[in-house]
């Protein structure tokens, strides 16, 4: 689909929406009902809320995951931490060893201006706030891709059964491998 053509109208979109993986679909669960009865950017809020769900659990599922850590120290340090765009990218860098691609990153840059000139009031054209939201569809499931082939899920879905059944380490050995990837403890 033509990205031009999807933008073009609100139905555009949600014919974008409906081609999203089913994980994707469901993790934005209510998409259908506050683009056809609320202002985009309500949507745009919305959607954006649910993504920096989605980048922590992201940093809270590879902690667990990955490096076995204790669950209930980790959502501590992930909850205590001040996140900003570039330290999420510097957090995952830190827990995955590799760094989310440029290309995945673009997906979003221009999608977080509109979502920070809706949310302090700016006018923003209607066309823009509709590829905003296309932006973070593509995200959303590009993002899902490289989670899942350095992490082995996906956190624009369900996170059901993410962990496995490895064993965690003790919350002193947690401790350590959180202050060492950089958060506060």
């Avoid at 082939?149 to 003790?170: C, I, M, V, W, Y």
Wanted: glycine share 8%; proline share 2%.
């Amino acid at each position: 689909m033509n990205k031009a053509d999807t933008v073009a109208s609100y139905k555009g979109v949600l014919k974008f929406y409906k081609s999203m993986p089913q994980g994707v679909r469901e993790y934005f669960t209510h998409f259908e009902k506050l683009i056809e009865s609320f202002p985009q950017d309500v949507l745009i809020s919305h959607m954006f809320a649910l993504v920096e769900l989605a980048q922590n659990q992201t940093l809270y599922c590879g902690i667990v995951k990955l490096h076995r850590a204790d669950a209930q120290l980790t959502r501590k340090a992930i909850n205590a931490q001040h996140l900003t765009r570039e330290s999420f990218r510097k957090f995952y860098s830190n827990i995955f060893g590799k760094e989310i691609p440029k290309d995945v990153i673009d997906l979003l840059k221009e999608a977080e201006s509109i979502r920070d000139q809706v949310v302090h009031g700016k006018q923003v054209l209607e066309k823009d706030k509709r590829k905003a939201i296309v932006d973070i569809l593509d995200y959303s499931k590009e993002f899902n891709g490289v989670v899942s082939q350095t992490g082995g899920f996906e956190p624009f879905g369900s996170l059901q059964g993410f962990k496995g059944a490895g064993q965690s380490l003790d919350s002193s050995t947690t401790r350590w491998i959180l202050k060492g990837m950089g958060f506060s403890v």
